[in-house]
């Protein structure tokens, strides 16, 4: 498969912006995801990017993607106690399959 | 409501005895996908099945087989589990087959093979 590669572990105070940071390798990957994973739950969508685009934005979340580095970010602004979870960042390759990256653990400290 | 169902959510099992672990959706989705993830390792895709009777290995297939009989049921089969088989378990379909990275994903299945 491809390989998605996350930092680990990210800790914040609530209220500050959280950046989760991701690098690629499918150059063809045609959709960029960005997945949020609360404990003890399965993996929910939260937002995608379509790879000829390089910011999206949703109410507080902010996609950036930097297609010349493969590099893909996701921003949080206001991040606040809900949002402690593992985020996953995914790549599509072929056309029915999806590369995920480790996971990054964001804590958010009241 | 819509949802992936999985069953059972928590198994401890005997290395050797088959076990199957379920799993349905009710939203008519063609595409449905099998993962496991360990810590460290992320998500990997243990097999996909792009409609029904139509399955394909993904990256982590060893020691697993799947059927595709109906359209809303996908299991998951261990038919001799092992240790290294100790994980958590995802079911998860998606409305799309070109583009399947609209994932919708069951709750977890873990599983403890001693």
């Known amino acids: 498969g491809e390989d998605v590669e996350q930092s680990l572990f990210l800790s914040v105070r609530e209220g500050d912006s959280s950046v989760i940071n991701c690098t690629y390798t499918?150059?063809?990957?045609?959709?960029l995801y960005w997945y949020k994973q609360e404990p003890g739950a399965g993996l929910q969508l939260l937002t995608y990017i379509f790879s000829n685009m390089d910011m999206k934005q949703d109410q507080r979340l902010t996609v950036l993607l930097n297609k010349k580095d493969k590099h893909l970010s996701l921003r949080i602004a206001d991040t606040q106690t809900g949002d402690s979870a593992i985020y996953f960042c995914?790549?599509?390759?072929?056309?029915?399959?999806?590369?995920f990256g480790k996971g990054n653990q964001v804590v958010v400290i009241p | 409501e819509a949802q992936v169902t999985q069953n059972p959510r928590y198994l401890i099992t005997v290395t050797g005895k088959k076990l199957t672990v379920t799993c349905s959706q009710n939203?008519?989705?063609?595409?449905m996908s099998w993962y496991r993830q360990d810590p460290g390792l992320g998500l990997r895709q243990i097999y996909y099945s792009m409609n029904v009777e139509v399955t394909d290995k993904g990256d982590v297939p060893e020691g697993y087989k799947v059927s595709r009989k109906e359209k809303r049921n996908f299991p998951l089969i261990l038919e001799s589990p092992s240790p290294n088989q100790t994980s958590l378990y995802f079911c998860?379909?998606?409305?799309?087959?070109?583009?399947?990275?609209?994932?919708?994903f069951g709750e977890g299945s873990r599983l403890t093979v001693l």
């Open positions: 995914a790549e599509s390759y072929g056309n029915n399959r999806l590369a």
């Open positions: 499918d150059s063809s990957s045609t959709y």
């Open positions: 998860a379909s998606s409305p799309q087959v070109a583009n399947t990275g609209e994932l919708f």
């Open positions: 939203m008519n989705h063609e595409y």
